[in-house]
């Protein structure tokens, strides 16, 4: 089954949010999915030390801190076991991310609509795209929309979807919305499921949201699939 990176060399793109987000929505549709936390941060591995305190189940399986000799023979004994398999990889270019987009199905680069994210976006295109000359093989990704404002495309989102466009790069279709709800679930260690209108606003929205992009993303793998 596929692995499926989250990259960029950029700290603040939404990485971990979205490796989260779409682990909880593909989990909560009845996938079987394992995530590597290979951040040095550990935000999702702390997620679950906190639910597990808690006395909570998880939904889906957690590898922290994996070592970089590991890291494939680990992806290669989960893929065969789970539907998905997410990698959330430090943000920047190392042996790490090297070896995990080796065995990646397809890559995520989510992004800021700023000029600067934008160019970080450039960097981690032409990482992939230099791994994939030395594999000899195709490495597929989509750029992804990162903390999206719900309400507002600013003329300078407008610019960079279109520069997107005439460079021919493959964006997915959805976007992951800047909502309280993605920030909540980590302050309470819960899932969009497990949150309530009372404690966390735009919750129905976040839920959508969450629905959408783990659909596009599932739509990308069966398109690089079907290739």
Same mark, same amino acid.
């Given at each position: 089954?596929?692995?499926? *990176?989250?990259?960029?060399?950029?700290?603040? +793109?939404?990485?971990?949010? @979205?490796?989260?987000?779409? !682990?909880?929505e %593909?989990?909560?549709?009845?996938?079987?999915v394992?995530?590597?936390?290979?951040?040095?941060?550990?935000?999702?591995?702390?997620?679950?030390?906190?639910?597990?305190?808690?006395?909570?189940a998880?939904?889906?399986?957690i590898?922290?801190?994996?070592?970089?000799s590991?890291?494939?023979g680990?992806?290669d004994?989960l893929?065969?076991?789970h539907?998905?398999v997410?990698?959330?990889?430090?943000?920047?270019a190392s042996?790490?991310?090297?070896?995990?987009?080796?065995?990646?199905?397809?890559?995520?680069?989510p992004?800021?609509? *700023?000029?600067?994210?934008?160019e970080?976006? +450039?960097?981690?295109v032409? @990482?992939i795209?230099e791994e !994939?000359?030395? %594999?000899?093989r195709?490495?597929?990704?989509r750029?992804v929309?990162?903390?999206d404002n719900?309400?507002?495309?600013?003329?300078?989102?407008k610019?960079?979807?279109?520069?997107?466009?005439?460079?021919?790069?493959?964006?997915?279709?959805?976007?992951l919305?800047?909502?309280?709800?993605?920030?909540d679930?980590?302050d309470?260690?819960?899932?969009?499921?497990e949150?309530?209108?009372?404690?966390?606003?735009?919750?129905t929205a976040?839920?959508r949201n969450a629905?959408e992009?783990a659909?596009?993303?599932?739509?990308?793998?069966q398109?690089?699939?079907n290739?």
């Amino acid at each position: 089954m596929p692995a499926i *990176s989250v990259a960029n060399p950029k700290g603040g +793109a939404g990485k971990t949010t @979205l490796t989260f987000v779409l !682990a909880c929505e %593909l989990a909560r549709s009845g996938g079987s999915v394992a995530v590597i936390d290979a951040d040095p941060n550990a935000i999702i591995a702390g997620w679950a030390r906190k639910r597990t305190e808690q006395g909570k189940a998880l939904p889906f399986e957690i590898i922290a801190s994996p070592k970089e000799s590991e890291l494939i023979g680990m992806i290669d004994r989960l893929t065969p076991a789970h539907d998905f398999v997410l990698i959330d990889l430090e943000g920047t270019a190392s042996r790490m991310t090297s070896r995990a987009l080796a065995r990646s199905h397809l890559v995520l680069i989510p992004f800021n609509l *700023s000029p600067i994210d934008a160019e970080l976006a +450039a960097n981690a295109v032409a @990482l992939i795209q230099e791994e !994939a000359e030395a %594999l000899g093989r195709n490495i597929p990704f989509r750029l992804v929309r990162s903390r999206d404002n719900a309400a507002i495309e600013t003329k300078t989102a407008k610019r960079i979807v279109a520069a997107i466009t005439d460079a021919e790069l493959p964006l997915l279709p959805a976007r992951l919305v800047e909502r309280a709800a993605y920030r909540d679930i980590f302050d309470f260690a819960a899932t969009l499921d497990e949150l309530s209108d009372g404690e966390t606003s735009g919750l129905t929205a976040a839920r959508r949201n969450a629905f959408e992009v783990a659909q596009a993303v599932v739509q990308a793998v069966q398109q690089e699939t079907n290739r």
